[in-house]
């Protein structure tokens, strides 16, 4: 663990994972409200073994959005020296990475995972290529207000994936589905070797940006990217 400052001086714990090799770049993970610090470090030591480094700070539940994003700010700049930085949350934190698009300096891109608040949220146009995860079977967040945030924010870009329920990403939550959360990680590391990198995206069956999606027709699930290709 190690200890970062936010901008009104407050000081927060967070959890940093280092690759065996020189790193490909940075990210910052935001995990959602409650979660433990054994599933905080399983995913960052996920993303460490993927070439990054990793930082998941441990942002309290009851904290405020103003205080959350300029902790989101000093964990990106404590890690800017590894390369391009991208930013990915779950729940509460897929909310605010979604926030930290327009809001957190020195970021190259951001995903967010079943974001609460998200679909309601009016801040112009995503300022770094977005990519947003949504189950269809969310009993948090309707399908309808995916559907309708499609429509209103075309600049990002959203995937759902039928049947799957809130928290389908996060092993060990009720709505865990490992098949959908592969899928999504999939593509969640497309896009941050495509902005971090700087790497083409790679075709991969059910994976990658929104021009190179494709809908398995033969596999039992089936996914929608709901959202355009980044300008």
Not at 112 to 129: I, N
Request: hydrophobic share 40%; aromatic share 8%; glycine share 12%.
């Amino acid at each position: 663990m190690i200890e970062l400052t936010a901008s009104d001086a407050q000081t927060f714990c967070a959890y940093r994972a280092d690759p065996s090799e020189a790193p490909k770049g940075a990210v910052v993970i935001l995990p959602e409200a409650g979660d433990r610090e054994d599933g905080m470090r399983k995913i960052a030591d996920g993303f460490a073994a993927e070439g990054y480094v990793a930082v998941a700070p441990a942002l309290a539940p009851d904290a405020d959005t103003a205080w959350s994003l300029s902790a989101v700010q000093a964990t990106v700049d404590a890690v800017k020296d590894a390369g391009k930085v991208a930013v990915v949350g779950y729940d509460r934190g897929g909310y605010l990475a979604f926030l930290a698009a327009n809001e957190v300096k020195g970021i190259a891109c951001a995903i967010g995972y079943y974001g609460d608040g998200v679909s309601g949220t009016q801040r112009g146009k995503c300022k770094v290529p977005t990519l947003m995860h949504f189950g269809e079977a969310d009993e948090v967040i309707p399908l309808e207000e995916v559907t309708q945030f499609r429509f209103v924010r075309p600049d990002v870009s959203a995937f759902t994936y039928p049947g799957a329920g809130h928290g389908f990403a996060t092993e060990g939550a009720p709505g865990y589905d490992a098949e959908v959360a592969g899928m999504a990680q999939a593509r969640t590391l497309n896009w941050i070797a495509q902005y971090v990198q700087g790497q083409p995206p790679v075709t991969m069956k059910n994976a990658g940006a929104y021009a190179l999606a494709k809908t398995d027709k033969k596999g039992k699930k089936k996914d929608a990217d709901m959202g355009p290709p980044m300008d």
